[in-house]
């Protein structure tokens, strides 16, 4: 059957098919015409067949990706699993992922406008050719970034929450851009971004928003997949795509991968520099010294004959690489070769070794390693042959040393003593750092003008013998503000200067100098300048705001070189479940002997940074009558709130009186923190909501600047009132004959609410165990260690099972009285089975040179081979009041000041130094089962969960010590509720003791709780005295607030627990 004529439909068809023969042909035709060779022709063709390859390989990813996306129920991958399943380390965050979805389309509505209205204008204005540039579409698409999984950090530092986000967008983002003037198209469709996105929520402050700001950062560059459209399919050509790629990644790296950090504050007067370039965690010495067993990659007639290889490494760590000198013909090398790098974060950032051989033109792949430098700093000294990966045959031999950061200059004669022998014996041409030098640049005021009367725009370069770098410039202005941060290696800062240079952007002009010799950093405190310095050959009030830090590399040589699989004590397949098992209360730790132990611990250099504000709240007046009588006013019943580092004490209630005395001490431990404040507020005790009758806020810092303040406060938001308070940051020091006189000042202090003003400031670093007994299963216990000082109590993280756990915790404890006190160390299973003991008199300290104990602990109750170490180290709290030799202390001691005066205080620095951005947690007050109660009131409760029933058991057993409200005593009863309770289902009470201040009940409640629903819930205990409605007598007699995810109740926590008036 013939065909017919082809149809109208069928001709659009025929006509494109005979068009895309031509333009097949056409560049055959124009290669004859202009005479080119086949060669010229087959180049081309290769370009266009590779390019169309690429393409479509790129495209298929998009579209599997996508696919795999759409159809989750037939393919799913690892990051497409269940919300319900979950893996040890990362967390599944589903939620964040609907918010995400949710919003996906807002933010899409965000990026046009910000890329429409304000990027392109941008870009219109920075050329004459792009006048005329547009964005002709932008669209997100329909698939949202993902969080795949987070991971929390709390173990490091208790002043930080750290977040680990697994982010991957696979999107289907179309953006294109229009050059009307060049009749020029090109865009975007389609990205793919996979990578590990750390979040920094640090300073964690007492205060809303409890953030001082958000820092974000890649640890290591994320893998980037752009697919260009438009005029940019140039850019998908082999060698030119990951050309384009990479270029955007850097511009991406330049701000957002380490150490490149983005930091979003969120409170007021807070040192962005010094959050977006911290000072590292510490430096790791890296010796390249060997490899063996290396691939043969030389051979020679054309692989007839082989030969050997030319090795050189390659050492990254971040954005820091060294390449080694390259060793001919060998495949044993040894390079004998060192090298120094900042680590900014650990655990996380990797140390990288890449080995090749050097050949003419492309250097042949010999193997490569990675180690996490978690490890290094865990094991101080690493020294160890790595096998290479990704090779047939090869390790390499690494001696990998940790130097911690220490804020003081005792120990750099020492420092340098070794340096230079290190030098000699590895005959380096010059000696390894001794310290390093951290500069935070701030602002400048008053610099001098350029020709013609014009603003500069300034820069500013610092240098350090050979080494200069150089700050962005600030534009069009004198009074530029950078907050830039730099670092230097150290060679010897006793010899060594900083120079400083203000130029113009054009290099030419120079706006002023200066030279800060590094040895004035030494009798510095804690070596750390923070101020305005003048400036040479400039303006008159020509200056410059710095802050410059220099911390000494110490490298604690006693700890023993060891390997990574060294740093876990026992591993399952030698458990004690294989060779016969254990006995009960035996150990599966082999003795090593003590000169293999480190000797000493080693904490953070921000270590024993804490200090402490006494708070004494004298009296007020002329306050506001808020109770009416008849109509009329008459006076108020006030009581005083005071709140700071996020805890909350409350005064006495004064009866009737505008003019009160109350007479109370408070003291709390502060770490140094950007935006705190002292705040006190006022109120008149009512029937049913109390009046407010003023507050107050006072600035830390200037109190820390101060010293010592007493004056007259005004209370704001009321029509009148004042308050009389004298505020100490008390000084510390380590010479124990100043005891005698601080305890006897101790003892002349009376105050009204009993409190007795605390003599010494006690820092505890436990670090690790050694050779614990095992469960009674045998088994190897989960460890926790209990740190107990009077009624205080510390509690470590619970480590993985292990007779030889290591915490790396530090707490801190008020002193009362040094040569009674006694410090108690309880190791214990999951706070259950007891492990051992150890007791450290305070008292011992004041013998220690230094008030320093840092030494292993034998334990009792335990093997003969248990013990824990631990550092301790005791402040004497010296108040300005009890040295009657002085004067006048660094800040001025006013008298009694009348309503009008005004106190001006000098600050001495402006900005806590970036050490002191971090701190340990204050411990909680929970009272310790010994006897002694110090005539506090207590409560005496049991608590425990039945898992089997899914309920809570709470025993009321007995209060003692509570304060009388009446001359009959108290009718004390017990009422608590677990928090949040908006029913009110958990509220309980107890019966009422008549006039009994050591009134005992034993009454027991039953709530209906699941386990994950009791550790959810915090107890709300109030102790009240039954009166009738009319009465004024006090209601209240203590309150105790209790996180029970705090506490065993699986196997049961029977205690006595200290009372306050409130707690926070």
């Excluded at 890296?286 to 030389?298: G, M, Q, S, V």
Aim: aromatic letters at 6%; hydrophobic letters at 40%; one cysteine or more.
């Amino acid at each position: 059957m013939e065909e017919g004529p082809p149809t109208s439909s069928g001709r659009p068809a025929l006509l494109r098919s005979f068009g895309r023969c031509l333009c097949a042909l056409l560049p055959v035709y124009l290669a004859g015409y202009w005479g080119l060779g086949l060669g010229v022709v087959l180049l081309g063709l290769a370009a266009y067949t590779g390019y169309r390859h690429n393409r479509e390989q790129k495209q298929a990813r998009l579209q599997s990706a996508m696919y795999l996306q759409e159809d989750a129920g037939v393919f799913r991958s690892q990051r497409d699993l269940p919300a319900w399943v979950n893996f040890p380390d990362v967390e599944k965050v589903e939620w964040l992922n609907k918010v995400l979805r949710q919003a996906w389309p807002f933010i899409g509505q965000y990026v046009e406008k910000l890329l429409v209205e304000t990027v392109a204008a941008s870009i219109r204005e920075s050329s004459v050719h792009l006048q005329t540039l547009g964005f002709t579409k932008v669209d997100l698409g329909d698939r949202p970034l993902r969080v795949v999984g987070v991971k929390a950090h709390t173990e490091h530092d208790r002043r930080q929450v750290l977040l680990d986000l697994h982010i991957s967008y696979v999107g289907d983002v179309e953006i294109n851009v229009e050059v009307k003037k060049y009749f020029c198209k090109a865009g975007v469709k389609g990205i793919q971004l996979h990578g590990k996105l750390r979040v920094i929520l640090e300073p964690l402050i007492g205060d809303v928003p409890f953030v001082g700001a958000i820092t974000m950062f890649f640890i290591r560059r994320p893998k980037l997949d752009i697919n260009w459209t438009g005029l940019t399919n140039l850019l998908d050509i082999p060698g030119l795509n990951v050309m384009s790629d990479s270029m955007i990644m850097d511009a991406i790296a330049s701000f957002l991968v380490l150490p490149n950090r983005l930091t979003v504050p969120l409170v007021a007067n807070l040192h962005v520099a010094q959050l977006r370039s911290p000072l590292p965690r510490g430096i790791v010495r890296i010796h390249l010294l060997e490899a063996e067993n290396l691939a043969a990659k030389d051979n020679y007639i054309k692989g007839v004959l082989a030969g050997k290889s030319d090795p050189y490494a390659v050492v990254r760590v971040g954005t820091q690489t060294f390449t080694s000198r390259h060793v001919d013909n060998n495949l044993n090398p040894q390079w004998r070769e060192m090298y120094e790098v900042i680590v900014h974060e650990v655990p996380g950032q990797e140390l990288e070794v890449d080995v090749f051989d050097k050949d003419p033109d492309q250097d042949d792949f010999l193997g490569r390693i990675k180690l996490d430098l978690d490890i290094v700093k865990k094991a101080r000294i690493l020294d160890e042959w790595f096998p290479l990966k990704d090779a047939q045959s090869g390790q390499i031999h690494l001696r990998l040393d940790w130097l911690a950061l220490l804020p003081s200059a005792e120990r750099l004669s020492e420092v340098l003593q070794r340096n230079t022998s290190l030098a000699l014996s590895s005959r380096m041409t010059e000696p390894p750092s001794a310290a390093i030098l951290a500069v935070y640049l701030d602002r400048a005021q008053d610099l001098p003008m350029k020709k013609g009367n014009k603003y500069p725009s300034p820069i500013v370069q610092f240098s350090v013998q050979d080494t200069t770098r150089e700050s962005r410039t600030s534009y069009g202005t004198n009074s530029p503000i950078w907050e830039d941060a730099f670092t230097f290696f150290i060679q010897n800062p006793q010899k060594q200067d900083l120079d400083i240079q203000v130029k113009d952007d054009d290099r030419s002009m120079s706006l002023g100098c200066l030279s800060v010799p590094l040895s004035r950093l030494l009798m510095c405190p804690e070596l750390t300048m923070d101020q305005w310095f003048q400036l040479d050959r400039s303006g008159p009030g020509s200056r410059i705001y710095l802050n410059i830090v220099l911390r000494i590399l110490w490298l604690d040589e006693e700890a023993v070189p060891v390997s990574p699989m060294s740093l876990h004590p026992t591993s399952p397949s030698t458990g004690p479940s294989q060779g016969g098992g254990t006995s009960e209360g035996g150990s599966s730790f082999t003795p090593i002997p003590s000169e293999m132990l480190p000797q000493h611990t080693s904490p953070e250099s921000s270590f024993a940074s804490e200090g402490v504000l006494r708070i004494h709240l004298v009296e007020a007046r002329n306050l506001v009558a808020k109770d009416k009588f008849m109509g009329k006013a008459a006076k108020s019943d006030p009581y005083v709130k005071v709140r700071v580092g996020g805890m909350t004490f409350k005064s006495h209630v004064i009866k009737e009186n505008l003019n009160p005395t109350w007479n109370e001490m408070y003291e709390v431990v502060l770490t140094q923190l950007p935006g705190q404040e002292v705040q006190l507020e006022l109120f008149d005790k009512d029937l049913d909501e109390d009046d407010f009758l003023g507050r107050l806020k006072i600035s830390l810092r200037d109190l820390i600047s101060a010293q010592l303040t007493d004056q007259w406060y005004t209370l704001t938001d009321v029509q009148s009132g004042q308050v009389h308070l004298q505020l100490e940051w008390l000084p510390t020091v380590t010479d124990p004959a100043r005891l005698t006189q601080i305890m006897q000042f101790q003892s002349q202090q009376v105050y009204q609410n009993k409190s007795v003003p605390a003599a010494a400031l006690l820092f505890v670093f436990v670090e690790r165990g050694l050779g614990l007994p095992l469960k009674k299963s045998g088994k190897e216990p989960k460890v926790g260690a209990e740190l107990v000082l009077n009624r205080t109590t510390y509690r470590t993280k619970i480590c993985d099972q292990s007779t030889s756990p290591r915490w790396d915790e530090a707490c801190h404890f008020l002193v009362r009285d040094p040569r009674e006190d006694i410090l108690i160390v309880k190791l214990s299973h999951s706070w259950g089975q007891a492990l051992g003991s150890a007791v450290l008199p305070v008292r011992e300290l004041l013998l220690e040179e230094g008030l320093l104990l840092d030494r292993w602990l034998p334990l009792d109750g335990a093997l003969p081979e248990s013990q824990v170490l631990l550092r301790a180290e005791l402040k004497l709290l010296d108040s300005a009041r009890n040295r009657s030799d002085c004067g006048v202390t660094r800040g001025d001691i006013t008298a009694e000041k009348q309503p009008g005066d005004v106190e001006i205080t000098v600050p001495a620095k402006e900005a806590p130094t970036a050490a002191n951005l971090r701190h340990r947690a204050v411990p909680s007050s929970v009272g310790a089962d010994a006897g002694g109660s110090d005539q506090r009131a207590q409560v005496k409760m049991s608590l425990i969960h039945s898992s089997a029933e899914n309920r809570l058991v709470i025993t009321v057993h007995a209060c003692r010590n509570l304060p009388a409200c009446s001359k009959e005593g108290s009718d004390p009863y017990v009422t608590f509720a677990l928090l949040p309770d908006k029913g009110k289902t958990t509220k309980r009470k107890t019966g009422i003791k008549k006039k009994d201040l050591n009134p005992e009940y034993n009454e027991r409640f039953d709530l209906d709780l699941l386990p994950e629903e009791a550790a959810q819930r915090r107890l709300d205990l109030t102790v009240k005295h039954s009166v009738s409605f009319m009465s004024r007598e006090r209601e209240v007699l203590g309150k105790l607030q209790l996180d029970l995810d705090q506490l065993d109740l699986r196997s049961g926590v029977t205690q006595w627990y200290d009372l306050t008036e409130e707690m926070h």
